[in-house]
């Protein structure tokens, strides 16, 4: 078949391998002049199973009372008249239940450990360099009652096969000696040794090129403008998808079947089709530090749960250098950096390892995360007949990348995929005839 790939982000580009591999036509559109060069553009670099915890838990609406009117808050909503922010905000708490958190954890651990496999298993068949590190990711914690908030997730990803081993403070500072600084700090730390940091920006751009030199066509500089459909009821379909292209001439791109991979913004081109997903953007920050005494600076990739920040190390061709990301916050489209949320990172990482990183060349980024309520994302075919959604992976996109896009291209071949997931199809779309539309529904 010949598929359209909207998005040349990680999920759009690990979509069109996977497609291609499968003996599909693929031509993917992305208005960039590059892939990856937006949410997957300088996020936090991990591959963590281990971070299968939702933010949607039974201790974040309390969290999030104390956060109000911080600044720096780790997870700030800026309240805005925005009917989808509000929307989305009332199935975040909906979400925050036990139940509907351990279900949550069980998709995300799912599909999490399946995509890290993936991944391992296209770096042996390809070779593809990302300046990757498979050291594991340590989680550290240096607030008592954060720790015992996530012995019952720890150990729930632990029977799902997610091997997130509890360590004490010692234990942290021998598998990461960049942490004796802070050790009288740490309460409690965990351990998940299989899972792995590396620049996703790199990845993207390494895989584009090793998909292009099969036959994936990417037309970059395209803004996609409408998806038009023909047909009604169970025979609708997308006919063709209306493009602008570098020169700002408008195209006519047709296909068999279509994926929505276009994170933040896919809602907004699903609308006009009836089409609600429940995607919000989260605006997240990262900076980029260049190493200035290696010997302070951290090995192995880490997860400062407290702040919601991740720290990984790359060294590769710009040079040895520290990332670290995290902090969401809700305020529609807007990727202004704020200096106060700036300098909150800067400051954590000047707490933890002083010296470790060259402040005074710092980079700031930030990009708008694709999140869902429960943090599961959307994956499989939409109420249209020919149009397939992989969109909605927040924080996780470069943890789901791969198994994502495999299993999606299983889906568009009509195969099963290996995966025990809650893909997309009829029994989990929800009717809303009262407003003549199909939405997903929200699990």
């Known amino acids: 078949m010949r598929v359209i790939v909207l998005g040349a982000g990680l999920i759009g580009t690990t979509s069109a391998y996977y497609l291609q591999s499968l003996g599909h036509e693929v031509t993917v559109i992305d208005r960039q002049a590059a892939p990856g060069a937006e949410t997957s553009f300088a996020n936090g670099g991990q591959i963590s ?46 979400n925050c239940t036990p139940a509907r958190t351990r279900h949550n954890i069980q998709q995300i651990v799912r599909l999490g450990t399946y995509s890290r496999e993936a991944l391992q298993q296209l770096r042996a068949d390809t070779g593809i360099q990302y300046e990757q590190r498979t050291q594991g990711i340590l989680h550290f914690y240096t607030n008592a009652r954060e720790f015992e908030g996530a012995l019952k997730p720890t150990e729930q990803m632990q029977t799902l096969g997610c091997d997130r081993r509890l360590i004490d403070a010692d234990e942290a500072v021998r598998l990461e000696p960049a942490l004796a600084h802070v050790r009288g700090q740490i309460a409690g730390a965990t351990y998940t040794a299989e899972d792995e940091s590396g620049d996703a920006n790199l990845f993207t751009r390494e895989l584009a090129r090793i998909a292009a030199a099969t036959g994936v066509q990417f037309r970059h500089g395209h803004h996609v403008m409408a998806l038009r459909t023909t047909g009604a009821g169970a025979s609708r379909h997308i006919d063709h998808v209306e493009v ?63 702040f919601k920040l991740v720290f990984s190390r790359y060294t590769g061709a710009q040079g040895d250098r520290l990332r670290i990301a995290g902090t969401a916050e809700f305020n529609g489209y807007d990727r202004n950096l704020d200096p106060v949320r700036c300098e909150a990172i800067v400051r954590r990482v000047q707490q933890l390892f002083p010296g ?59 195969r099963q995929p290996a995966v025990d997931f809650d893909f997309l199809g009829a029994a989990a779309m929800d009717p809303d005839r009262s407003a003549g539309t199909v939405r997903p529904r929200a699990v």
């Open 49 to 94: 199973v281990s971070h299968a915890e939702p933010w949607a838990n039974p201790g974040a609406p309390l969290k999030l009372l104390g956060w109000l009117g911080r600044q720096d808050a780790p997870l700030l909503f800026r309240l805005r008249a925005d009917m989808r922010q509000w929307l989305w905000g009332l199935s975040f708490l909906r």
């Open 244 to 306: 602008t292209n570098a020169d700002g001439r408008y195209e006519r791109i047709q296909g068999d079947a279509y994926v929505l991979a276009m994170g933040s913004f896919s809602p907004l081109l699903a609308q006009p089709l009836g089409l609600h997903l429940p995607i919000y953007p989260a605006k997240g920050y990262s900076v980029t530090l260049p190493v200035l005494d290696p010997a302070k600076a951290y090995q192995v990739s880490l997860t400062d749960d407290e």
């Open 356 to 414: 470790a990183g060259d402040t005074g060349r710092a980079q700031f980024w930030s990009g708008l995360r694709p999140a869902t309520p429960s943090n599961v994302p959307l994956i499989g075919r939409s109420p249209i007949a020919n149009l397939f959604l992989n969109t909605g992976h927040g924080t996780l996109g470069w943890t789901m990348a791969c198994g994502s896009g495999m299993a999606l291209a299983d889906l568009v071949s009509g």
